[in-house]
């Protein structure tokens, strides 16, 4: 399978108005890695909850993790860990980024080159 033939939806990270392509088969916080985009993380294993998001829209797969790291309130709340959440359609998370980034897409396909779209929603 070639780079563009696998499936990528759209990661729209709020505040910033920054958005990535991630790939189904890769984390939040792969998918911005493999973007040049840092999201704050440290065990990268579900263990320390360094990299808690909240999806404010979309769909995710949780791998497992530890409790002490997202508690079921947490979830209940839409919080989610980057280190073990797998897209399942295009999402809108609400996250901080490591450093200060342009207001932009940052594609890893030839076919979404679109800026970010307007904070106005
Ligand atoms: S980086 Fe530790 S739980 Fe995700």
Known sequence: ???????YFR??????????????????????????????SNCQKGECGTCKVRIKKGQIKLAPFMMSALSMSEIDADYTLACRSYPR???????????????????RTKKSKKKASSPAE
């Open 89 to 107: 359609s295009d999402i809108v998370i609400v996250a901080e980024l490591v450093g200060r980034v342009d207001m932009q897409h940052y594609s």
């Open 11 to 40: 990661v729209e990270i709020r505040p910033s108005m920054v958005s990535f392509d991630c790939r189904e088969d890769e984390t939040l916080l792969e998918g911005a890695g493999h973007s040049g985009l840092h999201l704050f």
């Open 1 to 7: 399978m070639t780079t563009e033939e696998q499936n």
